[in-house]
């Protein structure tokens, strides 16, 4: 996608950085630096607050999608299937860990816990993730949308779920 000029623009008129944006819209500096590089689209809340922060309408913001012949709403549901930080599935499967797999996924499916994932750096977490996010029964009972979020050691989680 091409950079969002509009928004960088109405940033720069007020004379603010990104983090200024950010601290005010209580979002993550890297949320509004994905906004205006054009890699995502602002959730309707956010384009809401953006446009009464800017005070101008959401076509001045460049904030509507850019895909011709299709709703808002479409746009943004393929946006939540489709994760950008989501990782693509490795183009190998994982090798003896289909026992863990199933039973993450039946896990998962079955609604009975939030699963955490945590190891020691390097032993396969993140590809073991993957695996599972890209399970077409996963994929099918979350339809909705799957969120790829790395929470760290201080994670924000406000710009997380509202990404």
């Not at 860990?97 to 390097?122: F, N």
Request: proline share 6%.
């Amino acid at each position: 996608m091409a950079k969002n000029e509009l928004l960088i623009q109405a940033r720069t008129e007020k004379g603010w950085l990104q983090k200024e944006v950010a601290e005010r819209l209580g979002v993550s500096e890297v949320t509004v630096r994905r906004w205006e590089q054009g890699r995502v689209l602002p959730f309707r809340l956010h384009q809401q607050r953006l446009c009464e922060l800017y005070q101008k309408s959401a076509q001045e913001l460049g904030l509507m999608p850019a895909e011709a012949g299709r709703s808002f709403s479409s746009s943004l549901e393929a946006r939540l299937i489709n994760d950008p930080l989501l990782p693509t599935r490795a183009p190998i499967p994982l090798v003896g860990r289909d026992d863990v797999i199933h039973e993450v996924v039946s896990i998962l499916l079955a609604g009975k816990t939030p699963i955490v994932l945590h190891g020691l750096p390097g032993v396969g977490k993140t590809a073991l993730a993957t695996m599972i996010a890209h399970d077409p029964s996963i994929r099918a009972h979350f339809h909705d949308g799957i969120l790829w979020a790395s929470l760290g050691s201080h994670p924000h989680m406000l710009s997380l779920l509202g990404r």
